[in-house]
C-alpha cells in the first residue's frame, strides 16, 4: 500500500492532490484588487497590533488602509520549504487568547508591508546563537552566530535552507521540500542530505528514504554531538540510518505501518489534542536510545471527507479515524524503546492502574533524561513518561529503560478538593536538574486561588520522587523556558499580574540556594515592553531570546545573557515602523462581573472619534481567529474579553466550566457587554456584534439563543461546534467528562434543540466542508434546525475547506464586512459600495 491509502475512489491519483494542496485559489488579496473596486476603494486598513496581555495575547489585526497589489509582493515566496505556513488558531480552545501563534501579516497577504515583525533563528546543541535573515531576496539571506559567551556576531553558512537542520556534529544538514500538508502540523515532504564543510555546502545530495521519491513524515538527528545519524519515519514506520551518505543503508526499524497503525507519527487525535507536533519519536542525549509511540486506530470509527474536483464525477471521500466523545473505541497508544547497542525493541508497559483501563489512557510526553545522582541505582539513562487516564484527571510519571520501569510519582488531579483536569501544554516541559526534573503542575497559594506552578520533583535512588519545591506566585506560569545546571537559574514565561502584561521571568538560585525564591521579571527592564515573549532559552539555559511586542511597533528582538540580565544585544526590529495610517486607541481594563469574578478586556477604538459619537462594537469572542482584514475605517470599536473559563489567572476562573461548557462563559460575555454600554459612552447600544471561530463560534451560538436580540444584534459563527458530542474524545472528555457520566453537561452544549431561539439577531454561519477538526456535520444539524424553525439567517458552505477556512479568508471575511456594514450595522457610516 502506498502511503495511506484512505481514499475511497481513485486508486490512481496520487496522494498529493487528494488533500490541502489542490485548488489554491485566492492566495493573497487578489479579492481586493481590480474587478472589485468598492473593496479597493473601501482601503484596507492594516492594524498589525501585537499585543500579549494577561489574557488577550498577540493579537495582530490586519486592517489595511489602502488597496495592495499584492502581486507585488513577493514576501511568500521569500519562506523556504520547512516553513509550513499556519493560518489560524481556531480550534475551540479555552486559552485562544493567550496563545501567542500570531497571524502575520506575510501569512494573510504574503507581503510584509509595515513591521519587521517575524523573526528566524535557532539554537546549536552548545548553546550558539543562529539568526538568519532575510534582507529582500531568498538568494541573500544573512546567516549569523553568536557563540555561547560572546555577543559577537558570526558569519555562520550561506544557505538558509540547511542553516536550521544541521546534524547534532554540524557535518550534515538536509532540507526539504513539502509534498503533501495533512494536518493542522503534519506533512509528508522529500529530504536530501548534504555535506558542510567550513559552513559550505556540499554539491553532491543523498535521499532520505528507501528510494529518491520516498516522503518523509518525521525526521530526527541523534542529539549526540558527536554523531549524524538519525532516525525518520516513511510510510508510518521508523527507520534508522547511521551513514548519510547511504540511503540503502538505512534500518526498518518497525513493521506494518499504515495509516490506522502509525508508528513514530502521531494520528490525527494526538496530533491536534496532545502532541501538537506530528512526530513521536524522542532520543536519548547520549543517542543509544530512541523511545517512539505506535497510534493503533484500527477499531476507531471513521469520518468521510469529501473532495470535489473536475477529474472526477463522483465525489471522493476522505477516510480519516476519529474518535468522538464517549466512543468505545478510542485511539490506541503504546510506548516502545529501540536500544541502539543491541538493536532490541522492548515495549513499556503503562502504569498498572492504567493497564487494566483497555488502552483508555494517553501518553503526553517522553523526555530522556541522564540519571541524576540521587537515583544512581537506574543506570545512566532513562526516560520519563507523563501519563494519564482518559478523563484526563490522574497523571503518572514513569521511568523507564529497555529493562524495567519504575513510578517516579502519580496523584489525581485534585488541589485542596477541587477538581482539575490535566491540561497536555502545562505538562509536556520537562526541565532536567542536578537531582530530577522540573514541570508545571498546580499549587495552591496563600490567595485562595491554585496556579500552575513550577513544581521541582527530586528523585531518590530507587526513582520515586516527591515534589520538593514550588516556583510561582499569585498567577499562573505559562511556559518553562530553560533551567541552567550550572547557574542554577529558572526562566519562564507568566502573564504576571496586570492586565495586558505578558513577561519574562528569571529566577536566579532557583533550587539549591536559599529557600526563598526571588522572581526577577525581565520586562520590567526593558523600555516600553509590557509584553515580550520567549521562544525559548538555549539549550544550556545560559541566554535567552526576548521579543518585545508593541502594538503597531516593530517587535524588539533582544539577546540576553541569563546571568546578568544587564548583558544584552537589540538584534533587529530597533527602527520605528512606518503605518501610513493613525494608528487605534488600545485601551485594557476590567469591570466586576455579578459571577463575582473581574471580566478584563481589550477595546480598541478609532482614533479622532468626535464627541457624542456612537459607533457600532464588534465582540470577538475567543477562539476567533487571531487576525481580522475588516472594518476599521468604518469607525467601529474592536474588544476582547476573558471571563470565567479563561487561563492565567488561576483554576477558580477555569473550574467554573469543568463540565459545564458554554454556561458560565456566556453568562459573563452578557454582562460583559452590559458593563461596556455602561461604561464606554461611545458605543451604539443598537449596534453591538458578536463574532467567534470554533469554540468562539458556539459560544456566539450559544448567545445568540440566550440574549435574543436585547444586546447582541449580530452575530457570526465560523466552523462552531453545535454540539460538544461530535467533537474529539480527547479535548472533550479532558472538560466534559464521559457523556454516560454527565448526559446534562453534554446536553448543555447542544445548540440545535433551540434554533427556535434565534431570533431579534442578524446571524451569520460559515463553515468549511471538509473541516476534519471540527465537522460540518455540526453545522449542517444546525442550520437543518435553523430552517425547519423558519429562521432568517446567511450560511456560507466553503466546499473543499478545512476548519482554518485557508484558501478562502478573503472571502470570508469580505463576506463578513458586508454582513456588518449591509445587514447588521445597517450603516450610515458611509456609503459603502
Ligand atoms: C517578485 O518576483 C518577480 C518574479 O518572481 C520578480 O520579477 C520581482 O522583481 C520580485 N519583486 C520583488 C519586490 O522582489
Ligand atoms: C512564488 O513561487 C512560485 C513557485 O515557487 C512562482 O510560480 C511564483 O511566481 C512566485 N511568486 C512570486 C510573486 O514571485
Ligand atoms: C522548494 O520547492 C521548489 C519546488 O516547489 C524547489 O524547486 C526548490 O528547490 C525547493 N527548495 C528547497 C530549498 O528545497
Ligand atoms: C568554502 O567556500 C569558500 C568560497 O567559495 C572557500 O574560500 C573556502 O575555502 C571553502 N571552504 C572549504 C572548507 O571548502
Ligand atoms: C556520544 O556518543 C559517544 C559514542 O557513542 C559516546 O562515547 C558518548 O558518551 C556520547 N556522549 C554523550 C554526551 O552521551
Ligand atoms: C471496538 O473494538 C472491538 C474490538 O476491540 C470491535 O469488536 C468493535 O467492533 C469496535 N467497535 C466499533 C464501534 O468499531
Ligand atoms: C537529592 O540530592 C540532593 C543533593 O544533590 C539532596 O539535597 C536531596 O535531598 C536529594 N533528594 C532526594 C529526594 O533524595
Ligand atoms: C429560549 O427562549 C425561551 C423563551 O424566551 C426561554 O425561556 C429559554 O430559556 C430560551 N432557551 C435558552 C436555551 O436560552
Same mark, same amino acid.
Given at each position: 500500500?502506498? /502511503?495511506?491509502?484512505?481514499?475511497?475512489?481513485?486508486?490512481?491519483?496520487?496522494?498529493?492532490?487528494?488533500?490541502?494542496? $489542490?485548488?489554491?485559489?485566492?492566495?493573497?488579496?487578489?479579492?481586493?484588487?481590480?474587478?472589485?473596486?468598492?473593496?479597493? +476603494?473601501?482601503?484596507?486598513?492594516?492594524?498589525?497590533? &501585537?499585543?500579549?496581555?494577561?489574557?488577550?495575547?498577540?493579537?495582530?489585526?490586519?486592517?489595511?488602509?489602502?488597496?495592495?497589489?499584492?502581486?507585488?509582493?513577493?514576501?511568500?515566496?521569500?519562506?523556504?520549504?520547512?516553513?509550513?505556513?499556519?493560518?489560524?488558531?481556531? #480550534?475551540?480552545?479555552?486559552?485562544?487568547?493567550?496563545?501567542?501563534?500570531?497571524?502575520?501579516?506575510?501569512?494573510?497577504?504574503?507581503?510584509?508591508?509595515?513591521?519587521?515583525?517575524?523573526?528566524?533563528?535557532?539554537?546549536?546543541?552548545?548553546?550558539?546563537?543562529?539568526?538568519?535573515?532575510?534582507?529582500?531576496?531568498?538568494?541573500?539571506?544573512? *546567516?549569523?552566530? *553568536?557563540?555561547?559567551?560572546?555577543?559577537?556576531?558570526?558569519?555562520?553558512?550561506? +544557505?538558509?535552507?540547511?542553516?536550521?537542520?544541521?546534524?547534532?556534529?554540524?557535518?550534515?544538514?538536509?532540507?526539504?521540500?513539502?509534498?503533501?500538508?495533512?494536518?493542522?502540523?503534519?506533512?509528508?515532504?522529500? $529530504?536530501?542530505?548534504?555535506?558542510?564543510?567550513?559552513?559550505?555546502?556540499?554539491?553532491?545530495?543523498?535521499?532520505?528514504?528507501?528510494?529518491?521519491?520516498?516522503?518523509?513524515?518525521?525526521?530526527?538527528?541523534?542529539?549526540?554531538?558527536?554523531?549524524?545519524?538519525?532516525?525518520?519515519?516513511?510510510?508510518?514506520?521508523?527507520?534508522?540510518?547511521?551513514?548519510?551518505?547511504?540511503?540503502?543503508?538505512?534500518?526498518?526499524?518497525?513493521?506494518?505501518?499504515?495509516?490506522?497503525?502509525?508508528?513514530?507519527?502521531?494520528?490525527?487525535?494526538?496530533?491536534?489534542? &496532545?502532541?501538537?507536533?506530528?512526530?513521536?519519536?524522542?532520543?536519548?542525549?547520549?543517542?543509544?536510545?530512541?523511545?517512539?509511540?505506535?497510534?493503533?486506530?484500527?477499531?476507531?470509527?471513521?469520518?468521510?471527507?469529501?473532495?470535489?474536483?473536475?477529474?472526477?464525477?463522483?465525489?471522493?471521500?476522505?477516510?480519516?479515524?476519529?474518535? #468522538?466523545?464517549?466512543?468505545?473505541?478510542?485511539?490506541?497508544?503504546?510506548?516502545?524503546?529501540?536500544?541502539?547497542?543491541?538493536?532490541?525493541?522492548?515495549?513499556?508497559?503503562?502504569?498498572?492502574?492504567?493497564?487494566?483501563?483497555?488502552?483508555?489512557?494517553?501518553?503526553?510526553?517522553?523526555?530522556? &533524561?541522564? *540519571?541524576?545522582?540521587?537515583?544512581?541505582?537506574?543506570?545512566?539513562?532513562?526516560? *520519563?513518561?507523563?501519563?494519564?487516564?482518559?478523563?484526563?484527571?490522574?497523571?503518572?510519571?514513569?521511568?523507564?529503560?529497555?529493562?524495567?520501569?519504575?513510578?517516579?510519582?502519580?496523584?489525581?488531579?485534585?488541589v485542596d478538593g477541587r477538581q482539575l483536569w490535566v491540561q497536555p501544554r502545562d505538562v509536556i516541559g520537562i526541565f532536567p536538574t542536578e537531582s530530577g526534573f522540573l514541570t508545571l503542575l498546580p499549587h495552591s497559594h496563600e490567595d485562595g486561588n491554585i496556579y500552575n506552578h513550577v513544581a521541582h520533583i527530586e528523585m531518590d535512588r530507587t526513582g520515586t520522587?516527591?515534589?520538593?519545591?514550588?516556583?510561582?506566585?499569585?498567577?499562573?506560569?505559562?511556559?518553562?523556558?530553560?533551567?541552567?545546571?550550572?547557574?542554577?537559574?529558572?526562566?519562564?514565561?507568566?502573564?504576571?499580574?496586570?492586565?495586558?502584561?505578558?513577561?519574562?521571568?528569571?529566577?536566579?538560585?532557583?533550587?539549591?540556594?536559599?529557600?526563598?525564591?526571588?522572581?526577577?521579571?525581565?520586562?520590567?527592564?526593558?523600555?516600553?515592553?509590557?509584553?515580550?515573549?520567549?521562544?525559548?532559552?538555549?539549550?544550556?539555559?545560559?541566554?535567552?531570546?526576548?521579543?518585545?511586542?508593541?502594538?503597531?511597533?516593530?517587535?524588539?528582538?533582544?539577546?540576553?545573557?541569563?546571568?546578568?540580565?544587564?548583558?544584552?544585544?537589540?538584534?533587529?526590529? %530597533?527602527?520605528?515602523?512606518?503605518?501610513?495610517?493613525?494608528?487605534?486607541?488600545?485601551?485594557?481594563? #476590567?469591570?466586576?462581573?455579578?459571577?463575582g469574578i473581574d471580566g478584563h478586556y481589550m477595546l480598541m477604538k478609532p482614533p479622532n472619534l468626535q464627541d457624542g459619537a456612537k459607533i457600532p462594537l464588534l465582540l470577538d469572542i475567543y477562539g476567533g481567529p487571531d487576525s481580522k482584514n475588516i472594518v476599521s475605517q468604518y469607525d467601529i470599536a474592536y474588544a476582547r474579553i476573558d471571563v470565567r473559563g479563561s487561563g492565567g489567572r488561576g483554576w477558580k476562573l477555569k473550574e467554573q466550566v469543568y463540565k459545564n461548557l458554554?454556561?458560565?462563559?456566556?453568562?459573563?460575555?452578557?454582562?460583559?457587554?452590559?458593563?461596556?454600554?455602561? /461604561?464606554?459612552?461611545?458605543?451604539?447600544?443598537?449596534?453591538?456584534?458578536?463574532?467567534?471561530?470554533?469554540?468562539? %463560534?458556539?459560544?456566539?451560538?450559544?448567545?445568540? &439563543? #440566550?440574549?435574543? %436580540?436585547?444586546?447582541?444584534?449580530?452575530?457570526?459563527?465560523?466552523?462552531?461546534?453545535?454540539?460538544?458530542?461530535?467533537?474529539?474524545?480527547?479535548?472533550?472528555?479532558?472538560?466534559?467528562?464521559?457523556?454516560?457520566?454527565?448526559?446534562?453537561?453534554?446536553?448543555?452544549? /447542544?445548540?440545535?434543540?433551540?434554533?427556535?431561539?434565534?431570533?431579534?439577531?442578524?446571524?451569520?454561519?460559515?463553515?468549511?466542508?471538509?473541516?476534519?477538526?471540527?465537522?460540518?456535520?455540526?453545522?449542517?444539524?444546525?442550520?437543518?434546525?435553523?430552517?425547519?424553525? %423558519?429562521?432568517?439567517?446567511?450560511?456560507?458552505?466553503?466546499? /473543499?475547506?478545512?476548519?482554518?477556512?485557508?484558501?478562502?479568508?478573503?472571502?470570508?471575511?469580505?463576506?463578513?464586512?458586508?454582513?456588518?456594514?449591509?445587514?447588521?450595522?445597517?450603516?450610515?457610516?458611509?456609503?459603502?459600495?
Amino acid at each position: 500500500m502506498e /502511503n495511506d491509502v484512505s481514499l475511497l475512489s481513485s486508486p490512481g491519483v496520487p496522494r498529493s492532490s487528494q488533500f490541502q494542496n $489542490y485548488d489554491v485559489e485566492e492566495q493573497g488579496c487578489s479579492v481586493f484588487s481590480g474587478k472589485h473596486s468598492y473593496v479597493a +476603494r473601501t482601503c484596507c486598513v492594516v492594524f498589525i497590533l &501585537i499585543i500579549c496581555l494577561i489574557f488577550l495575547l498577540s493579537v495582530i489585526f490586519v486592517f489595511m488602509q489602502r488597496p495592495v497589489d499584492l502581486n507585488s509582493q513577493n514576501a511568500s515566496n521569500s519562506s523556504t520549504n520547512d516553513s509550513l505556513i499556519e493560518s489560524t488558531s481556531s #480550534k475551540p480552545k479555552f486559552q485562544s487568547l493567550l496563545t501567542s501563534r500570531r497571524f502575520t501579516f506575510d501569512q494573510l497577504f504574503s507581503g510584509k508591508m509595515f513591521l519587521t515583525d517575524s523573526y528566524d533563528y535557532i539554537w546549536l546543541p552548545d548553546g550558539s546563537f543562529v539568526h538568519m535573515k532575510i534582507d529582500g531576496t531568498v538568494a541573500n539571506p544573512r *546567516i549569523s552566530k *553568536i557563540p555561547l559567551g560572546t555577543f559577537e556576531t558570526k558569519p555562520f553558512m550561506s +544557505r538558509i535552507e540547511y542553516a536550521r537542520s544541521l546534524s547534532s556534529d554540524g557535518e550534515y544538514a538536509y532540507a526539504s521540500r513539502l509534498v503533501n500538508e495533512i494536518w493542522r502540523h503534519s506533512a509528508e515532504r522529500l $529530504y536530501h542530505i548534504v555535506k558542510i564543510t567550513n559552513g559550505n555546502v556540499s554539491s553532491e545530495q543523498w535521499h532520505v528514504g528507501p528510494d529518491e521519491n520516498s516522503l518523509i513524515q518525521a525526521f530526527y538527528w541523534n542529539p549526540n554531538t558527536s554523531s549524524h545519524d538519525f532516525v525518520y519515519v516513511h510510510n508510518y514506520n521508523l527507520y534508522y540510518q547511521r551513514d548519510p551518505e547511504r540511503p540503502d543503508s538505512a534500518i526498518q526499524l518497525t513493521m506494518g505501518g499504515s495509516t490506522f497503525n502509525r508508528f513514530g507519527i502521531a494520528n490525527w487525535l494526538y496530533e491536534e489534542e &496532545i502532541l501538537e507536533v506530528p512526530g513521536a519519536v524522542w532520543w536519548s542525549p547520549s543517542g543509544r536510545y530512541v523511545s517512539y509511540l505506535r497510534f493503533d486506530d484500527r477499531e476507531v470509527n471513521r469520518i468521510f471527507l469529501p473532495k470535489y474536483n473536475d477529474e472526477d464525477s463522483y465525489v471522493e471521500y476522505f477516510e480519516l479515524p476519529y474518535p #468522538k466523545a464517549g466512543v468505545l473505541n478510542n485511539s490506541l497508544v503504546t510506548q516502545y524503546i529501540w536500544d541502539s547497542e543491541n538493536h532490541k525493541i522492548v515495549e513499556t508497559a503503562p502504569p498498572n492502574e492504567l493497564s487494566s483501563s483497555n488502552g483508555n489512557y494517553y501518553v503526553l510526553t517522553n523526555k530522556w &533524561i541522564t *540519571i541524576p545522582k540521587n537515583a544512581s541505582d537506574l543506570g545512566e539513562e532513562r526516560l *520519563i513518561t507523563v501519563w494519564t487516564n482518559r478523563d484526563q484527571n490522574y497523571l503518572y510519571y514513569s521511568l523507564c529503560n529497555e529493562q524495567d520501569c519504575v513510578m517516579i510519582l502519580s496523584f489525581p488531579f485534585r488541589v485542596d478538593g477541587r477538581q482539575l483536569w490535566v491540561q497536555p501544554r502545562d505538562v509536556i516541559g520537562i526541565f532536567p536538574t542536578e537531582s530530577g526534573f522540573l514541570t508545571l503542575l498546580p499549587h495552591s497559594h496563600e490567595d485562595g486561588n491554585i496556579y500552575n506552578h513550577v513544581a521541582h520533583i527530586e528523585m531518590d535512588r530507587t526513582g520515586t520522587g516527591k515534589i520538593t519545591r514550588w516556583i510561582g506566585d499569585n498567577f499562573d506560569v505559562i511556559s518553562i523556558k530553560g533551567y541552567s545546571k550550572k547557574l542554577d537559574a529558572l526562566t519562564f514565561t507568566a502573564y504576571g499580574d496586570g492586565i495586558g502584561e505578558h513577561g519574562i521571568y528569571i529566577v536566579k538560585e532557583a533550587l539549591y540556594g536559599s529557600q526563598k525564591n526571588t522572581l526577577h521579571k525581565v520586562s520590567e527592564l526593558f523600555d516600553e515592553c509590557r509584553s515580550m515573549t520567549s521562544p525559548s532559552a538555549d539549550p544550556t539555559g545560559e541566554r535567552i531570546v526576548v521579543q518585545c511586542e508593541k502594538p503597531f511597533d516593530n517587535t524588539r528582538l533582544y539577546l540576553v545573557d541569563v546571568a546578568d540580565t544587564t548583558k544584552r544585544i537589540l538584534l533587529d526590529g %530597533g527602527t520605528k515602523a512606518y503605518i501610513p495610517f493613525e494608528i487605534p486607541i488600545v485601551k485594557f481594563g #476590567k469591570f466586576p462581573l455579578p459571577s463575582g469574578i473581574d471580566g478584563h478586556y481589550m477595546l480598541m477604538k478609532p482614533p479622532n472619534l468626535q464627541d457624542g459619537a456612537k459607533i457600532p462594537l464588534l465582540l470577538d469572542i475567543y477562539g476567533g481567529p487571531d487576525s481580522k482584514n475588516i472594518v476599521s475605517q468604518y469607525d467601529i470599536a474592536y474588544a476582547r474579553i476573558d471571563v470565567r473559563g479563561s487561563g492565567g489567572r488561576g483554576w477558580k476562573l477555569k473550574e467554573q466550566v469543568y463540565k459545564n461548557l458554554g454556561e458560565a462563559e456566556v453568562v459573563d460575555t452578557l454582562d460583559m457587554v452590559r458593563e461596556f454600554l455602561n /461604561n464606554v459612552k461611545f458605543i451604539d447600544e443598537d449596534r453591538i456584534a458578536v463574532m467567534g471561530w470554533s469554540y468562539g %463560534g458556539f459560544l456566539t451560538s450559544k448567545i445568540a &439563543i #440566550k440574549d435574543q %436580540g436585547e444586546l447582541v444584534k449580530c452575530a457570526i459563527s465560523i466552523a462552531p461546534v453545535t454540539d460538544f458530542k461530535y467533537y474529539d474524545s480527547a479535548y472533550t472528555e479532558r472538560y466534559l467528562g464521559q457523556p454516560s457520566d454527565n448526559p446534562v453537561g453534554y446536553s448543555n452544549t /447542544n445548540v440545535i434543540p433551540h434554533a427556535r431561539n434565534v431570533t431579534n439577531v442578524k446571524y451569520f454561519l460559515a463553515h468549511g466542508e471538509r473541516d476534519d477538526n471540527v465537522h460540518y456535520q455540526n453545522s449542517a444539524r444546525w442550520s437543518e434546525a435553523l430552517q425547519y424553525n %423558519g429562521v432568517h439567517f446567511t450560511q456560507l458552505v466553503y466546499a /473543499n475547506e478545512a476548519h482554518s477556512l485557508s484558501h478562502k479568508l478573503h472571502h470570508l471575511y469580505s463576506e463578513i464586512q458586508r454582513f456588518l456594514m449591509n445587514d447588521c450595522f445597517n450603516s450610515n457610516l458611509v456609503d459603502f459600495l
